[in-house]
């Protein structure tokens, strides 16, 4: 434990454990998963970039969560809602930033993004809506319509202002409609996606309203699927592509399903699918939220990337090759500030170290190409073996991914995912594989002719 931490006392401004010693929090969400545990306090810091030096504060050092908190990689939740427990809320009332932050959320096939506490300079085409505080506690905005295709949705204005009226949270994975606006939504877009085979969801304990046959690459999409237009109470209106409001099926390759369901009570519920690839400003202390469309994966990257590149390191095909090899993180010829896009890709290549204990690795690539294509997010028959070499338990071995057969090139926005969770050391192997590092990756614009050696 933390040598600055400190468990918050049992007070009568909080809750407190059945012992009565500590205060303790629990937090539910519209998807119910939960997050409960007990409160302390330490000191956050904000990394060698920020302005922001470290800072003491209030946090919930959580012990249990369950539904999609679990589920997901992230682990934990930070809360920016209004209140004393908010981490901004601290930091405001410290007087260390001003009263705004501001999120920008990662794709549909690329998580990461950035968060900015305190003001920004917004954008020339961002767009804003009134918000709030005295209507309710949550960051609220004025939805005043829906349009499909361009064709409003023939429901009364009045219906986004129920319970709390439209809230954007954060913390919610999916989007909830008053009941008769998700039905006039769920009409509309049946009625523009005709030409798509309507399928059974990935969950038979849900009755998703689920589509097949609009291919892989989510920046395609708009080919199929309908745009549609949040419209607010000033007029000004943030289009909705669709990956802001599907997610993919888990089951079917080229499937998606409607992220946005039906509310039990009559509040809008704006969870974070709505805002992908969205900068949005949350400005309390002017009462008004942004919106920008961006592409939020490329300016986490951006953020991330470091400012010179390691020298490449050279790769024998000799058996008695030395595996020790220093991590290269950058593409060969593509210097470190130029994102996949630029050019067709046809092919992804990448070198990584293995030592393996008291086991041989040749039997087992079938096996290990399985768990690469799970941790990189393909199919299986897009990952191939090209090249190992070997001395003793260590091997070095050559990977390639390609596209779908059905393909020539690879989809940007399927290479930036593979690019990040290498670079992000994301991919995680049983025991047995032994230890393992990524040496280098590269892109290709065009397929060149490789031998796949078969195992």
Not at 34 to 48: A, E, H, K, M
Not at 212 to 219: F, I, N, P
Request: negative net charge; glycine residues 10%.
């Amino acid at each position: 434990m933390s040598n600055t931490y400190q468990a918050l006392k049992c007070n009568p401004d909080c809750n407190c454990d059945n012992d009565r010693k500590e205060c303790i929090y629990e937090r539910r969400y519209a998807e119910m998963s939960t997050s409960s545990g007990v409160l302390g306090v330490d000191v956050i810091s904000f990394g060698n970039e920020s302005e922001l030096v470290p800072q003491r504060a209030v946090f919930g050092c959580e012990n249990l969560e369950t539904g999609d908190l679990y589920t997901q990689r992230a682990d934990g939740i930070m809360g920016l809602g209004r209140g004393r427990l908010s981490v901004v809320d601290q930091l405001v009332e410290k007087g260390v930033i001003s009263d705004s932050f501001s999120l920008c959320y990662g794709g549909m096939d690329v998580g990461g993004g950035a968060m900015v506490l305190g003001g920004i300079t917004p954008p020339p085409d961002m767009v804003f809506s009134h918000s709030d505080p005295f209507r309710s506690p949550y960051y609220n905005i004025e939805l005043k319509e829906l349009r499909v295709a361009g064709k409003p949705l023939k429901v009364s204005p009045r219906i986004f202002d129920g319970g709390h009226g439209t809230v954007l949270d954060s913390g919610t994975t999916y989007a909830y409609l008053p009941g008769h606006a998700f039905a006039a939504f769920k009409d509309a877009l049946i009625k523009e996606t005709h030409v798509l085979k309507r399928i059974r969801g990935p969950d038979p304990n849900y009755d998703d309203i689920c589509f097949s046959g609009a291919g892989r690459d989510v920046s395609e999409l708009s080919k199929t699927f309908p745009q549609v237009d949040m419209v607010f109470g000033n007029g000004q209106k943030l289009t909705l592509s669709p990956e802001n409001y599907l997610f993919r099926h888990m089951k079917v390759s080229g499937a998606y399903c409607l992220g946005i369901f039906q509310n039990s009570d009559s509040t809008t519920l704006l969870g974070g699918i709505v805002v992908r690839n969205t900068l949005v400003t949350y400005d309390r202390g002017n009462d008004k939220v942004g919106f920008w469309k961006t592409n939020c994966s490329e300016l986490w990257r951006r953020l991330q990337l470091p400012s010179v590149p390691a020298p490449p390191p050279s790769i024998s095909s000799s058996n008695d090759s030395s595996i020790g090899m220093p991590p290269r993180l950058a593409p060969d010829g593509l210097p470190l500030n130029v994102l996949p896009g630029a050019f067709q890709i046809g092919v992804i290549t990448f070198d990584m170290s293995f030592s393996l204990n008291n086991s041989h690795m040749k039997p087992n690539f079938t096996e290990l190409s399985e768990f690469i294509a799970h941790e990189l997010q393909v199919d299986d028959i897009e990952v191939h073996l090209l090249n190992f070499s070997s001395k003793g338990h260590d091997y070095l071995v050559r990977w390639g991914i390609f596209p779908d057969e059905s393909d020539n090139y690879i989809s940007n926005t399927t290479a930036l995912n593979i690019i990040l969770r290498l670079r992000e050391h994301h991919m995680q192997f049983p025991e047995r594989f032994g230890s393992h590092q990524l040496v280098k990756w590269n892109i290709e614009p065009q397929i060149k002719q490789y031998v796949f050696i078969l195992s």
